[in-house]
């Protein structure tokens, strides 16, 4: 018999959690859930469970950040303490060697943009968390090796290019490539997301093993600076959306060519995910 590749997991048929930070990384795993129903969640979340061979899964959908992503977590690990948690989704390049669709796995996530600020710059710290009676920094956050080396199988086995390493955690999207080049060197990540030392931190203090897997949707040299201006905002109807997304297509003619590239990378990245699930998820059934 093959060795389980979620360690403390329990029965084969112990539940696994998969966390989407959008509807559309959700999606790719959608396809693979028997008879999906929803399930109860906190707001702005959406929860369903579905079967993958014998075994239940959840997917939860929670929103992008780093908040949304702990508050997931914790509700997950809380009311149905699943075996394994898998994070899936996009990210940004911060190698070059990273081309679209291509996928990341993850050995360990730092919450780069967690430190101290001063007017020689900025020291990434991590949170403090109370530990040994004292208040001790978690600059880093490794995950699961045997996942790990599941994960990356399976991204083999769907003939996928597969990175594995460093991946960093931000509040912010990254869309200046030379912020990329400065992350990438600074703390000597593949990739920068918004929701895996969350997923990992909180897991983690619960004793459940965790994946991070991501798929490029932009490469290093992309230029996507202004690009936040488009997006919908809570309480603006779309009368003065498109007004204002008018006005940025008469500020800057390059920007609707730009969201459309930004576009195609994000859907091949899902398409990647995909693939890699259709490979991944016999692991865990």
Request: proline share 7%.
């Amino acid at each position: 018999m093959s060795k389980d590749p979620f360690p403390g997991s329990g029965t084969p048929s112990g539940t696994v959690a998969f966390i989407a930070a959008t509807p559309e990384e959700a999606a790719c795993l959608q396809p693979f859930l028997r008879h999906p129903s929803p399930l109860p969640a906190p707001p702005g979340m959406a929860l369903r469970r579905g079967g993958v061979g014998s075994s239940d899964v959840l997917l939860l959908t929670c929103g992008v950040g780093k908040v949304p992503a702990a508050a997931g977590t914790m509700y997950l690990t809380e009311r149905y303490q699943p075996r394994a948690l898998v994070l899936i989704g996009t990210a940004g390049s911060l190698d070059p060697r990273l081309g679209i669709g291509d996928l990341v796995v993850a050995d360990e996530v730092l919450p780069a943009d967690v430190g101290v600020i001063h007017s020689q710059g900025f020291g990434q710290t991590g949170p403090g968390l109370c530990a040994e009676g004292r208040l001790l920094f978690h600059n880093r956050f490794p995950l699961d090796g045997e996942m790990a080396e599941a994960a990356a199988t399976s991204a083999s086995r769907a003939a996928l290019t597969c990175h594995r390493g460093r991946v960093i955690t931000c509040d912010q999207v990254v869309l200046d490539p030379g912020l990329r080049a400065y992350l990438g060197k600074t703390f000597q990540a593949l990739a920068v997301e918004m929701e895996g030392s969350a997923v990992a931190q909180v897991a983690g203090g619960a004793g459940i093993p965790v994946a991070v897997i991501r798929a490029i949707s932009d490469e290093m040299e992309h230029d996507f600076v202004g690009l936040e201006e488009i997006l919908p905002y809570c309480g603006e109807s779309r009368t003065d959306l498109w007004a204002r997304r008018y006005r940025m297509l008469t500020a800057d003619g390059s920007i609707l060519a730009r969201a459309r590239e930004m576009r195609r990378g994000t859907r091949r990245a899902l398409a990647s995910i995909g693939r890699f699930l259709e490979a991944f998820l016999p692991a865990i059934t």
